[in-house]
Structure formats: structure tokens, C-alpha cells
T-cell receptor
Framework: AQKITQTQPGMFVQEKEAVTLDCTYDTSDPSYGLFWYKQPSSGEMIFLIYQGSYDQQNATEGRYSLNFQKARKSANLVISASQLGDSAMYFCAMRRMDSSYKLIFGSGTRLLVRP | DAGVIQSPRHEVTEMGQEVTLRCKPISGHDYLFWYRQTMMRGLELLIYFNNNVPIDDSGMPEDRFSAKMPNASFSTLKIQPSEPRDSAVYFC?????????????FGQGTRLTVV
């Protein structure tokens, strides 16, 4: 069975500094996709970044990068130059690369950016 | 594109009443998902459709829950009768395999309160 674990319920970071949000996963499937979503206080789920299990390079999207360590089964999100607007819940998710496209989510990490 | 549209945004109803949540997926997306988010259980997949056909409803908690997708641009999630423990945020999401990444695009959610 697939499982996503986010061990940091809450984190603080100073504005303009970088922060790493941890995510580990468990799957026996050789092919899978890893996603990060942001949920601000307004409630919507915003897609941030994607990493495929066979991708050789770590994914990057602007200030977001994904530190993918396949052997350790970790997919940590790195946010560089934090901004006050980055304060939100962050969810790591995974899906098998089969036809189901179902996402399984972790419990989330609440990030608070301090001015 | 307007994104995934859900209605209503907020719903307050009395225990025992029927509740219908609505979703319009992104045009061209052939997968539609219904998720439920609670503090206790996080984000759970309830059911998903492919080309308007329900594929996996194993996440539907009870027979009180039902979902339909009569056409490619509309889906409903119905709870009858509703109970206080159904109070949650219900998200609809859609995706397509065309991009290869298949990130799910979420609606704004419906916050349901059953009193």
C-alpha cells in the first residue's frame, strides 16, 4: 500500500530565508509521481511542483524545488527566499503511474513565515 | 479557463436533510475526483470518474453518500440523510493524462456544516 508521511506538523521560517519541508513515501511500485500542493488560509489547493520517479533531475518551479532522494524515498520541498504569502499548509502527495491517477496525501505541514 | 468550479462554497444544513454538492471540471479533463478534508482524517479520496464513469468508489464512507456524473461538465455528490460527522470541506478535482504529469486541479471546495 502507498503511504505519505509528513513529520513536521508546523514550522517557522524568517522572511527571505530558505525552508525545507519534509516528505517521505512508501510504495512498492517502480513508477510513481510525487506532488506538492499549497493550501492557504482561504482553503483552495494550489499545485506547486511535480517529480516523476524516473526523472533524473530534481524538479524546480520558480522559488520551489524538490529534493528527490529515491533511495531514501524522500521528496522534500525547498522554498527559497520565503515570502509572507508562503504562510500556508503544504501537502505532499503521491500517485502510481497507472490509469487511476488517484492522489494519496500526507497530513500536511503548516508553515508560518515571520517578518 | 475558469478552473474547477464548485457550488455552493458554504452549506449549513440540519441533520437528516439531503445535501447536494456540485462540480464543473475543467473542460477537456476526463478524470474527476471527489475528496473530503477533515482535521482528523486529512484529505481522503471518496470517488473518481473517468469519462463520466465511476471507476473507484471504495472511499465513499457509507450508502448515504452517492455521486453522479451525467455528462463531461457536471458532477454531483449527494449525502442523504446528512449527519454531523459529515461536516468537512469537500473538494472536487479534475485532471487529464495529456500533460504527462497529471496534476489534479482543485476547486475552491465546499465547506459543509451539519448541525
Amino acid at each position: 500500500a502507498q503511504k505519505i508521511t509528513q513529520t513536521q506538523p508546523g514550522m517557522f521560517v524568517q522572511e527571505k530565508e530558505a525552508v525545507t519541508l519534509d516528505c517521505t513515501y512508501d510504495t512498492s511500485d517502480p513508477s510513481y509521481g510525487l506532488f506538492w500542493y499549497k493550501q492557504p488560509s482561504s482553503g483552495e489547493m494550489i499545485f506547486l511542483i511535480y517529480q516523476g520517479s524516473y526523472d533524473q533531475q530534481n524538479a524546480t518551479e520558480g522559488r520551489y524545488s524538490l529534493n528527490f532522494q529515491k533511495a531514501r524515498k524522500s521528496a522534500n520541498l525547498v522554498i527559497s527566499a520565503s515570502q509572507l504569502g508562503d504562510s500556508a499548509m503544504y501537502f505532499c502527495a503521491m500517485r502510481r503511474m497507472d490509469s487511476s491517477y488517484k492522489l494519496i496525501f500526507g497530513s500536511g505541514t503548516r508553515l508560518l513565515v515571520r517578518p | 479557463d475558469a478552473g474547477v468550479i464548485q457550488s455552493p462554497r458554504h452549506e449549513v444544513t440540519e441533520m437528516g436533510q439531503e445535501v447536494t454538492l456540485r462540480c464543473k471540471p475543467i473542460s477537456g479533463h476526463d478524470y474527476l475526483f471527489w475528496y473530503r478534508q477533515t482535521m482528523m482524517r486529512g484529505l481522503e479520496l471518496l470517488i473518481y470518474f473517468n469519462n463520466n464513469v465511476p471507476i473507484d468508489d471504495s472511499g465513499m464512507p457509507e450508502d448515504r453518500f452517492s455521486a453522479k456524473m451525467p455528462n463531461a461538465s457536471f458532477s454531483t455528490l449527494k449525502i442523504q440523510p446528512s449527519e454531523p460527522r459529515d461536516s468537512a470541506v469537500y473538494f472536487c478535482a479534475s485532471t487529464t493524462p495529456i500533460t504527462g504529469r497529471t496534476e489534479a486541479f482543485f476547486g475552491q471546495g465546499t465547506r459543509l456544516t451539519v448541525v
